[in-house]
Nanobody
Framework: VQLQACGGGLVQAGGSLRLSCANS????????MGWFRQAPGKEREFVAA????????KYADSVKGRFTISRDNTKNTLYLQMNNLKPEDAAVYYC??????????????WGQGTLVTVSS
C-alpha cells in the first residue's frame, strides 16, 4: 500500500475542498481507510473512516454534517469532501489504510499530508 494524498489548498471560511488519496500499490488486503488531521501545535486527530465496501462510515463530531468520506475501489482512491469549512479545520490532512476491511482504530499505512488552510 502506497498512499498519496492531494487536494489541499487555501479556501475561505464557508468554502469547500475535496481531498483525494490514491493507493498506488494494491495488496491482496481490502483495507478500511481513514482521514486524520494535525494542526500546528496539536496532536493528530481522527476525522473520518470508511469500511472497505463503503457501507460503514464514521466521523469525528467536529465534522459531522460538513464532511463526507467516500471511496472508489475501482480507482483505488479515497475522498474527503469538506463543506462549510471553518478556520479550526485548518491542518495537514493525512489518509491512512487499516489492515482490516472493517473500520478499526489501527492504521498500518499512512500517506504524506496535504495542507488545508482556511481563511476567516
Amino acid at each position: 500500500v502506497q498512499l498519496q494524498a492531494c487536494g489541499g489548498g487555501l479556501v475561505q471560511a464557508g468554502g469547500s475542498l475535496r481531498l483525494s488519496c490514491a493507493n498506488s500499490k494494491r495488496t491482496s488486503s481490502n483495507n478500511a481507510m481513514g482521514w486524520f488531521r494535525q494542526a500546528p501545535g496539536k496532536e493528530r486527530e481522527f476525522v473520518a473512516a470508511i469500511s472497505w465496501r463503503g457501507d460503514s462510515k464514521k466521523y469525528a463530531d467536529s465534522v459531522k454534517g460538513r464532511f463526507t468520506i467516500s471511496r472508489d475501489n475501482t480507482k483505488n482512491t479515497l475522498y474527503l469532501q469538506m463543506n462549510n469549512l471553518k478556520p479550526e479545520d485548518a491542518a495537514v490532512y493525512y489518509c491512512a489504510a487499516s489492515l482490516t476491511s472493517s473500520i478499526s482504530d489501527t492504521y498500518r499505512y499512512w500517506g504524506q499530508g496535504t495542507l488545508v488552510t482556511v481563511s476567516s
